[in-house]
């Protein structure tokens, strides 16, 4: 089970309809083509407003990690210890993620990273973040 | 800057404060006012922020005020903790009023914990559900489990150990002897929430991890409780039989992805630009190295190493050396947190890290430092400096 939900009204938004069709996209200026996140109706580079949405490689390089061991609600007792990351994208933005449940990798500020979706059910996936030299089966 | 803080008022530390935020709220204005030696009647402006629950208009009817001309709120809580200084004394120079408070209450411990990801989840159909725009515990962060700001703290301080290729081991040395030197302030400090509790450095390795790499003992207090501080004109400053500290300089500097929580920003290992601090000490007339005492804003001990550095009150990467040989401590080059800070003395959202700058530069620190100047910031998001009378 995952740890949290979005809302169900937040699911409708491009960012999780795309993830729960099976791939990580961003919002995108479309002017200038830069990626930004979270998403926003403004370009920040060119300034530009309008946008869209497209799929990004899923590269991403490990900023930082933290293993949280204590629980911050009582019905996260039995889902610590879990792995929270910061990690860059290839396409320049930052975003959190995490390690998969289940899933033990060595970290190390810099490695590279690589998207996996993990699906929870039909309108809900979540972008995890695996080290690309140490894909597990 | 032609602005004073003349007056500081607080209720107890506690964890069970058993009375409404507003009465807390009042009960540290009506000290804050006693202590500048003022009538209430003078108060004139209000600053808080924009996550106190308690409004100004709740202020203005439940003391019967006899009128605002000011009132104003700066974004978030503690990131603002010297922005609402700053924005008083624009307030003051401004003409827009003569004698602004600035308070902050909360029921920390006994209402809302901000330790927990209660107040940004709700359950629904057996499962935890988020609808949180900002962070903390925003929607594109809490369904990976980063919820609270201790979390956040925790990506910060790895990010800083890889940048300067610290261990665990060595992380543990320096944070623990921000922990361990800040408890013995707070045992000195008869209001510090834990002034009874020691602290060792055995005690402090043998926490339990919170959040990797941070442990308990880096962790500040939830705490129920108010405080209020009272910022006039130096000209009225001057007519009152109390003793004012003169605001140098207090400004606020955010950057792309610095607010709300940092999690967007180019760096990690550094949290403001030198440009922050440059401002700052041009503003205030003075250099970081004629600063005799500094508050730093430690909701976790890493914000200490880092406050340090992004202030060049050391060089990049030479925090773990100055921490773990005493420069933060008793007789140190820089003592820090001479309260106890917010990890032993108690967390008014930083407020009661400036009355204690207030109170070092008045000469009634506990833990007394001869000095002339006191530095405060929270992450540079903002920060102040200021000076005796």
Known sequence: ?137 | MTTSIAGIGQTEFSVRSGRSELQLAIEAIKAAVADAGIDIDEIDGLVRYTWDNTTEAAILNALGLPRLTYYGETEFGGVNCCGAIAQACAAIEAGLASCIVFYRALNARSGTRYGRGDRILSEENGQLVNRQMEPPGDVYSAPFGLLVPGQHHALYARAYLDHYGLSDDQCAEMLGAIAVTQRAYANANPRALLRERELTMEQYLAGRIISEPLRLYDYCLETDGAMAIVITSKEKAKSLRSRTVDVLAAQQYVHPGSVPMFLYAEDTHRLVPPEAGEILFRRAGVSAQEIDVAMFYDATSIMVPMALEDFGFVERGGAHDFLTSGGNGPGGRLPINTHGGLLSEGYFHGLNSIAEAVRQLRGESPNQVDCETAFMTLRGASSMILGRA
Not at chain 1, 74 to 95: F, K, Q
Not at chain 1, 110 to 133: H, N, T
């Open chain 1, 1 to 137: 089970m995952n740890i949290v939900r979005p809302a169900d009204e937040l699911l409708d938004q491009p960012f999780w309809r795309h993830l729960a069709a099976g791939q990580l996209h961003l919002n995108a200026c479309e002017a200038c083509g830069a990626f930004r996140h979270p998403p926003g109706p403004c370009c920040p580079k060119c300034r530009h407003i309008g946008e869209h949405w497209a799929p990004v490689s899923g590269r991403a390089t490990l900023q930082s990690y933290t293993t949280v061991r204590h629980p911050v609600h009582d019905r996260l007792t039995s889902a610590v210890p879990y792995v929270v990351t910061l990690v860059r994208l290839a396409e320049g933005p930052r975003m959190i993620s995490g390690i998969p449940p289940g899933e033990r990798y060595d970290l190390k500020v810099g490695l590279e990273l690589e998207c996996k979706v993990i699906s929870y059910d039909a309108r809900f996936a979540l972008p995890f973040f695996v080290p690309v030299a140490q894909v597990q089966p």
